[in-house]
């Protein structure tokens, strides 16, 4: 079983950054991407970035284009996400996700973290 576990989330001015990181455990963890999504109150779950963990190719939404960065740590087994730039409108739980396939769904989920950007 693969367990994900998000942290660095918080509350930040707008303007500013903030740091999540995926902590990814498990003895079978072997993904072949992983993701950063977002949910806002009343909103659907957002994609926002990608990145292949052997490759490291990324992708991003572009709503976070340009302002958000993904990466990750195989020795660590950790993804992050690097926020600048941030907007109120960025208020949202972030999850990480991981998957074994390079399309279609994420097989495992972590629980979250908030972050809520002040205006």
């Known amino acids: 079983q693969v367990q994900l576990v998000e942290s660095g989330g918080g509350l930040v001015q707008a303007g500013g950054s903030l740091s999540l990181s995926c902590a990814a455990s498990g003895r079978t963890f072997s993904p072949t991407r992983m993701g950063w999504f977002r949910r806002a109150p009343g909103k659907d779950r957002e994609f926002l970035a990608l990145i292949s963990w052997n490759g490291g190719t990324t992708s991003y939404a572009d709503s976070v284009k340009g302002r958000f960065t993904i990466s990750r740590d195989n020795v660590k087994n950790t993804l992050y996400l690097q926020m600048n730039s941030l907007k109120p409108e960025d208020t949202a739980v972030y999850y990480c996700?991981?998957?074994?396939?390079?399309?279609?769904?994420?097989?495992?989920w972590g629980q979250g973290t908030q972050v809520t950007v002040s205006s």
């Open positions: 996700a991981a998957s074994s396939t390079r399309v279609g769904r994420y097989d495992y």
